[in-house]
């Protein structure tokens, strides 16, 4: 007994047609809607490469602030040295031991005539006058109250 299995083909069976539309767009309708197709990718382009500069720069201030706060510590950590290498505690016993300096048995001092043409004495005080009214003439300033006929407070 033979069997006989009938295949049917793909022509012969009955399969929904689907059918485009193929007619051609118009002209007047084409050229607006490419242009605005291309704007619209345009436009996302420019949106994409603004919020990517936005994100590099968030980035790069992120790092440089880090920077410089690294600077800020290193800078402070700098003066706290000038500070240790300025005190006269420090000084007195780098000069006592490495320059093998000693401490003054007493102190000295000594006048010095001026050079000759010049005169020793002071010079007299800058005017501070306001619109010619002396500035220490009696006028109570406030919260100091003066004693008008010796000028003491």
């Known amino acids: 007994m033979i069997r006989t299995i009938a295949i049917a083909s793909a022509h012969t069976m009955a399969r929904p ?4 539309h193929t007619d051609v767009i118009s002209a007047q309708v084409a050229r607006p809607l490419l242009l605005f197709v291309l704007a619209g990718g345009l436009a996302s382009l420019l949106y994409i490469a603004q919020t990517s500069g936005v994100a590099t720069t968030g980035y790069d201030l992120q790092s440089l602030e880090g920077q410089r706060q690294l600077w800020l510590a290193r800078n402070e950590q700098a003066r706290a040295r000038v500070a240790v290498l300025e005190s006269l505690d420090r000084v007195e016993t780098e000069a006592m ?3 093998q300096m000693v401490a003054p048995k007493g102190i000295i001092f000594v006048a ?3 050079p000759t043409g010049v005169s020793s004495t002071p010079a007299p005080p800058p005017d501070r006058s306001i619109n ?3 500035a220490h ?4 300033t406030a919260g100091a109250k003066t004693d008008r006929a010796s000028g003491a407070p």
């Open 112 to 114: 010095v005539a001026g």
């Open 132 to 134: 010619g009214v002396p």
């Open 137 to 140: 003439s009696g006028v109570e």
């Open 17 to 20: 047609r689907i059918s485009l």
């Open 97 to 99: 031991t490495r320059l």
